[in-house]
């Protein structure tokens, strides 16, 4: 990407010397008082290592790899360090929890220069400053292939007695206990966790996705279609200010962190991040949760600048054009009339949860009438 | 791989298909009382969560991507779900922690079946039943390329009052504070932490890279060089019961869990894995302690099987081979007198923390001459 005589190939410094320039990038950026909290070692040791006071901590990785999620020379380096720890940072939000550290394991192919790699961690050091989730170590390899792994590390937002209301609201749910074995992951726990046992063991609240309830109301925060809506762009060669405003959806998107806490804070117990589209995440949302769903597609939020670039469009690419990282979530009625005015962004209720087909969801026209969906991206075919 | 007339492609499953297939390898191969401790959610929601009761967290991550740390074919997909694990197993082992759940992503490249996959995944389940470190989560992506990147968390072994031996030592010890600013890694903090401090106001013990003292003895676990060997077997074409052994040490090396609890435990504070061959990991501690070392090529502790079948190259290989897994520590000398005899595997003191250049190890052999060394690879070039 850089073009200046200057350039520095990343590999002819070695894996240290590129650990070295790029920590500085997260250094300079640093103001007092960032930081990892409780942070005993970072990166230079075998592991990171650091004191945590939390009951309850959440874990989560995204991968984004050159030419699959992400295309170089499309998205600056900047934008792709900010956006491959916003869609970790998005899945953190989307649990209600407040993300701690990040680990950043970069493959590279040894053609990179260095000043694409410093403005990568410019990128990464822009967005930990703004929504936390700081790097504390990772890992640098040689790939065929450029990629970007982030693993990342959250902590309940909300804990022991705060978590009263959602013990409450969960144990009186619709839920049915699943028979997971042991802790570890199956076929039938992958739908369907113990929400109501585990999480009033653990005494931490959390949004998950297996606990929607027939009746509840359906939200989604800020508008939806927009980063969908940006990758048309670019594939149409759009420009203009509504083109630019999708673009930058599309590139750097916000994770919508306070606002996670703000609902768990309030009592909602089930959420996730739209990261695949509305229509195939609420898909999976009722499948884990045993309940299908009927979404009103006037009442899904669509920006100005979405209708302006594709005024034909504008409905699929809403259902279906992913990578949102808004929050969809369901409460009943009064829970919901609480906290929509209050957690900081636009809330637009757009549906509810009903009996039916797991997992089914119908989008229905301003008339009532069912509209056609595209299938939801999958991400190994996508 | 597989070459039998049924095979399924895996990208056929979808992410979800595939997903609840390779978990159930997990699942059948579980026995009671298997599973991540304090688990909450594991895949299936947007975070796996944790139940955290200890102090002090390590975090790593280790990255594998074919045709540069692997090549399929060679080994097979058992042994690489084995050993994508055990390389971040010995990252714990070598903090002297004991590992609690691991976040697995895999980049396919949409060729890989079903079957071979499963096999991986068994790879997997065989060496976190033996180990721990079970698999709470992850990612699958499409990749060009396939590699398989682990993020591990443990947890501290020895906390608070357990420590007090190692602190006194941290203290007494020959580091001087580093101007690392706010947890942030920095060019100096990744060279060398504020040991003592920290160590001191978290209450927990680790094995550090950066706290090696003028005096020290130097010591190894096991033998050092038989991966190195098995992988110039596999170059070089020889068989045999030798061969296979060394083999075996390279697709299947077994990290030191046990053993590095049980040097924290004992008072030992400073430790590293052996991944980049023994010569170039002991001058990174060297360096991160700011102190030289020399090493007694003889007391280096090699197999017969190497020496079998590289009777003229087993010292280089032993130097300079890498992927070994062994810990390597230090520590005054009545202290490795206590643990060397009590640790459960065989520990062969090579040499001495000396005063000197720092980072610089001095190799001699048994007459006391400088052993010429070749430069210990680096992940970007090799």
Known sequence: ??????????????????????????????KDGDGVPGLVLDIGDDCAAI?????????TTDTMVDGVHFRTGEISWRDLGWKSMAVN?????????????SLVTLGLTGKESLSDLEELYRGIADITQELGGVVAGGDIVRSPVLFITVAMTGEAAVTAGGAAFNRARLMA?????????????????????EAGSKQAADGAALLRRDAMSVGDL????????????????????????????????????????????????????SAMDVSDGIA??????????????????????????????????????ALAGGEDYELLFSAPEPVMAAVAPSIGVPVSVIGEVIEGE??????????????????????LDG
Do not use: N
């Open 1 to 30: 990407m850089a073009s200046d005589g200057t350039e520095i190939r990343a590999s002819s410094l070695g894996e240290f010397g590129l650990i070295e320039r790029l920590a500085r990038i997260l250094d300079e950026s640093a």
């Open 51 to 59: 004191r945590r006071e939390s009951l309850t901590d959440v874990y």
């Open 89 to 101: 940072l998005s899945d953190v939000a989307s649990m209600g929890a407040r993300p701690v550290m």
């Open 173 to 193: 749910g619709s839920m049915t206990g699943s028979t997971a074995g042991a802790g570890y992951p199956t076929a039938a726990s992958q739908l369907k966790f």
């Open 218 to 269: 359906i939200a989604v925060t800020g508008t939806i279609g927009d980063s969908g809506g940006g990758l048309r762009v670019l594939a149409d060669g759009l420009s203009g200010t509504a083109a630019d405003l999708l673009k930058r959806a599309h590139f750097r998107p916000v994770p919508r962190m306070a606002a996670g806490v703000a609902l768990v804070t309030q009592g909602v117990v």
């Open 280 to 317: 195939d995440d609420l898909g999976k949302m009722c499948m884990a949760s045993g309940v299908a769903a009927k979404v009103r597609m006037p009442a899904v939020p669509v920006s100005d600048e979405l209708k302006a670039c594709f005024p034909d469009d504008f409905t699929a690419i």
């Open 358 to 379: 797991p997992g089914s969801v119908t989008v229905v026209d301003e008339r009532g009438r069912p509209i056609e969906m595209a299938v939801g991206w999958d991400h």
